[in-house]
């Protein structure tokens, strides 16, 4: 069985139904494996499958306009649940949901959550069916069990880089969060964005640990990003031109602000956000990133000046304290 389920046969059914010709497959970093053996399969049937090689990292960088120029009649959209709300073309999301066991790993947490009663659950996309046999192996050590509906997400329970409101939900009535599913990344922002202790089952490796020196690490990197900007003069807005990261209001917002308090602003269109293509702007001594939030905190230590999320630039202007920030999270408004 493999790993995750690309629901190839729901996808000939819509392929079909559309009657699409030519197809954009769109993956995300770790699936893009996948792409070549999918493409064959489609081009078997008769279907012209283009196979996007940029990096997708979300379904924020849904790719319309790459879609639109190519004339393709569908988008396949791997990985990832909706996002973007008006769709040009017609787009058909695949979430690539996991087939694995989960028990070894959660029954693992058990021991790192010995000191905490009550629990809240979350995972990743692909782990979300798995949730309701988490919970039970969960409620049968005596544990008391919380899966947050936000209402912001396809699913109960789910988090994306950005988007912490289902942990937020249940934060106040939980003592801790298990996170289900691979990497750290997520976990982490379950911490930051809750400011909970977090504990992660990871399936694919049967393996549960805490997040909680890496979470720390970060937000002592955040508060050094912090002060540095505050003795800069001069920042960069950067204004993500990914379909679902463009904030032009938040940007226009945080320029007049930073402009007001005697800063000189400028603002950066920008695509991918990397070390290499700020290093082009060598005046420029902070910048506030109003696209994926991930890409500061994933990355501090990769990028030679402070790159403050717009709750991070609140506190260099003075609207929000420090401690106000740590107890607020780092997501969210
Ligand atoms: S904005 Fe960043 S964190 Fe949010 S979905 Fe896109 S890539 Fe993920």
Redesign the pocket.
């Known amino acids: 069985m493999r790993t995750f389920d690309f629901e190839e046969e729901r996808l000939k059914r819509e392929i079909t139904k559309l009657e699409a010709k030519t197809v954009l497959l769109q993956l995300p970093e770790g699936l893009k494996p996948e792409a070549i053996r999918l493409a064959r399969r489609l081009q078997k049937l008769g279907i012209l499958p283009v196979i996007s090689a940029d990096p997708c990292?979300?379904?924020?960088?849904l790719a319309l306009q790459d879609a639109e120029s190519l004339g393709v009649d569908l988008i396949i959209h791997f990985g990832h649940t909706k996002?973007v709300k008006h769709e040009r073309i017609p787009t058909l999301y695949i979430e690539a949901r996991a087939n694995l066991d989960i028990e070894k790993s959660v029954e693992k947490t058990i021991p790192l959550l010995e000191n905490y009663g009550k629990i809240g659950l979350v995972t990743t996309v692909q782990h979300v069916h798995m949730l309701e046999k988490a919970k039970e192996i969960l409620l049968g050590c005596g544990k008391t069990v919380a899966i947050g509906d936000s209402g912001k997400l396809p699913h109960a329970g789910q988090v994306?880089?950005?988007d912490y409101s289902n942990a937020k939900a249940v934060a106040k009535e939980v003592e801790a969060f298990l996170f289900l599913g691979g990497g750290r990344f997520h976990a982490i922002g379950v911490e930051l964005a809750t400011r909970k202790p977090t504990i992660v089952a990871n399936p694919y490796q049967k393996t549960a640990f805490t997040i909680e020196k890496e979470a720390k690490k970060i937000v002592n990197q955040r508060w050094t990003a912090i002060e540095e900007a505050k003795e800069a003069k001069n920042f960069g807005v950067l204004l993500g031109l990914k379909i679902?990261?463009k904030q032009m209001e938040t940007a226009l917002i945080l320029k007049e602000k930073l402009s007001k308090a005697g800063k000189s602003v400028f603002l950066l269109a920008i695509r991918e956000i990397t070390p290499e293509a700020l290093l082009q702007f060598p005046t420029l001594e902070a910048y506030v990133n109003t696209a994926?939030?991930?890409v500061g905190l994933d990355e501090t230590s990769k990028f030679h000046k402070p790159v403050l999320t717009p709750k991070e630039a609140a506190v260099v202007l003075g609207e929000k304290s420090w401690e106000q920030l740590c107890s607020d999270g780092w997501f969210g408004n």
């Open positions: 990292y979300g379904a924020c960088d996002m994306i880089g950005c679902g990261q994926c939030p991930r």
